[in-house]
C-alpha cells in the first residue's frame, strides 16, 4: 500500500505516525510546503525570541528515519487526478498514490479592506516565513498594528511583547467588544486586556478598519470606521483562514466555502482520499486536527474508527502565564433564553458553565484548570448532572462512579 500526505504539521505528522503504527510495511509519503516541522500554536515564542526553530519541532530529531516515512518539504501540490491517483508538485514531478489524506491546512485570510493587500508591510501570521518577516519588520518599526484580536492576534501581540529588539508602539484592533470573541466572554477577555494595557498596547475594541493609507506601496497608517486614524509601519494580518484547496478546484473531490468535505471517518466523496484538520474550514483547533487525523488514517488502514469529538469548539489559552480553557460555541449557548449559565469566581480563578437539560453545552474555565478534568468527563460521557444535589463546581469523580463486584469502576 502507497499513502501519500499532503501537509506536514498537526493532522499530517499525526497521521502518518498512526499509519505507521498500523501499517508497518506499507510506503508512505508526506508532502509539504513547509521545511521544517514545527507547531504553529506556539509561534509567537519564535517571534518573542524565547524559542529556536528546533524547539518548536514536536517530533522527534530522527521521527523520518524512525517511522521510514519520506518527506517531500517544501513543495507545493498544484493539482490532483482522483481517477489516476496522481499528485502534481510545482516542479512538475507527479506522485501517485492508492490512497491520500488531504491535510494541506489553510492560510491566512486578508479581508477586502482597500489597499490591505498587496502591501510590502503587511503579513499574515501562518508559518515561520511570516515569522522571519515579522521580526525583521518588527524590529525596524515605530508602529505596529495587529488586526484581528482572535488567538493568532493575540500570539502575534504577545510574540511582539517579548521581543526585546521590538521597540514600536503596538496596536491591536478588534471589531468585536471583546478578545479572543469565539472562546471568551467579556469577563474572561478583561484579564488579558489589563495585561495587554501594561504592557503598553493600544486597544481599539468594537472598531473595524476602513482603509490602508500607502506610499510606495508601504503601509504608513490605517483609517477605523469612526475616522481615527492609527499609525503603522507593519501591519499583521489576524481575521481569520482560508483553507488550503486550490489544486482540487478542477476536481471532483467535493468543498464548500468553507473547506475539504469530509464525514465523521475522515471520507471524502472520492473513495480512497480523505481529509483531516482545518483545511475543513470548521475546526482549527490543534487537538481536533490531531484526533481528525487519527481517524482518517485507521479507516485509510482498514481499522474502523469515527469521530466522537464532544466540543469541535474546544480551546486552552496560556497568554501571560494565565491559563484558559473555553468549551463550546460562546455565541450559541449565550443566546439561548433556556440555557442555564452558573458563574463561580474568586481572586484568581473564573468558572463559567452553560447547561440545559440536565447537560453541559458550554464552559469557560481561567485561572485554576484542575477542575477541566472532571469536567470534560462529565461532557464526554454526556451524564445527566440534575442527579448530583450539589454544585455543580464541587462535582468530583466521586459523585458518579462506584466500584462493582469486579473492583471495576463503572457510572
Known amino acids: 500500500m502507497k499513502y501519500v500526505i499532503i501537509g506536514a504539521s498537526a493532522s499530517g505528522v499525526n497521521g502518518a505516525e498512526n499509519l505507521r ?67 502534481i508538485l510545482e516542479d512538475n514531478s507527479t506522485i501517485s ?39 525583521i519588520l ?40 471583546r478578545l479572543l470573541p469565539l472562546q471568551l466572554d467579556k469577563k474572561a477577555s478583561l484579564i488579558y486586556e489589563e495585561k495587554l494595557k501594561e504592557n503598553n498596547v493600544s486597544l481599539y475594541l468594537n472598531h473595524k478598519v476602513s482603509k490602508a493609507i500607502l506610499k510606495d506601496k508601504n503601509i504608513t497608517s490605517l483609517i477605523l470606521e469612526n475616522g481615527d486614524e492609527i499609525p503603522a509601519d507593519l501591519v499583521i494580518v489576524a481575521t481569520g483562514i482560508k483553507p488550503n484547496i486550490d489544486f482540487l478546484q478542477n476536481t471532483n473531490i467535493e468543498y464548500d466555502k468553507l473547506g475539504l468535505i469530509f464525514n465523521a471517518k475522515g471520507e471524502t466523496n472520492i473513495k480512497d482520499i480523505y481529509g483531516a484538520g482545518d483545511v475543513s474550514g470548521r475546526g482549527p483547533i490543534w487537538s481536533v486536527a490531531v484526533k481528525e487525523a487519527i481517524i482518517a488514517t485507521s479507516n485509510m488502514a482498514g481499522v474502523n474508527k469515527t469521530m466522537d ?63 477541566t478534568g472532571i469536567l470534560t468527563q ?8 440534575t442527579k448530583i444535589k ?18 471495576e469502576f463503572e457510572f
Not at 99 to 119: D, H, M, T, V, W
Request: proline share 3%; charged share 25%.
Open 21 to 87: 503504527r498500523l501499517d508497518p510495511n506499507s510506503e508512505i509519503i508526506m508532502i509539504s510546503q513547509d521545511n521544517y516541522i514545527y507547531s504553529r500554536c506556539i509561534l509567537h515564542h519564535f517571534i518573542g525570541d524565547i524559542r529556536t526553530i528546533p524547539q518548536l519541532s514536536f517530533v522527534p530529531q530522527d521521527f523520518f528515519e524512525k517511522n521510514n516515512i519520506q518527506w517531500i518539504k517544501g513543495k507545493k501540490v498544484i493539482n490532483l487526478d482522483s481517477e489516476k491517483k496522481t499528485l
Open 97 to 135: 498514490f492508492d490512497k491520500l489524506l488531504i491535510a494541506s491546512g489553510s492560510s491566512p485570510f486578508i479581508p477586502p479592506i482597500e489597499n490591505l493587500r498587496g502591501a510590502n508591510n503587511m503579513i499574515g501570521l501562518k508559518t515561520l516565513e511570516d515569522c522571519d518577516l515579522i521580526k
Open 309 to 371: 469529538d464532544f466540543f469541535f469548539c474546544k480551546s486552552t489559552m496560556n497568554f501571560f502565564n494565565i491559563p484558559t480553557l473555553s468549551l463550546g460555541s460562546i455565541e450559541l449557548y449565550e443566546n439561548d433564553p433556556h440555557m442555564i449559565i452558573d458563574i463561580q469566581e474568586d481572586k484568581n480563578t473564573y468558572k463559567k458553565i452553560a447547561h440545559k437539560d440536565g447537560y453541559i453545552y458550554g464552559a469557560i474555565i481561567q485561572g485554576d484548570l484542575a477542575y
Open 138 to 177: 518588527g524590529e525596524k518599526a515605530k508602529n505596529i498594528a495587529v488586526i484581528g484580536g482572535g488567538l493568532i492576534g493575540i500570539d502575534a501581540i504577545t510574540g511582539l511583547i517579548h521581543n526585546k529588539k521590538v521597540t514600536a508602539k503596538l496596536h491591536l484592533i478588534e471589531m468585536s467588544n
Open 378 to 385: 462529565i461532557i464526554r460521557l454526556e451524564i445527566d448532572i
Open 390 to 407: 450539589k454544585s455543580i463546581f464541587d462535582i468530583d469523580y466521586s459523585d458518579f462512579f462506584t466500584m462493582n463486584k469486579n473492583l
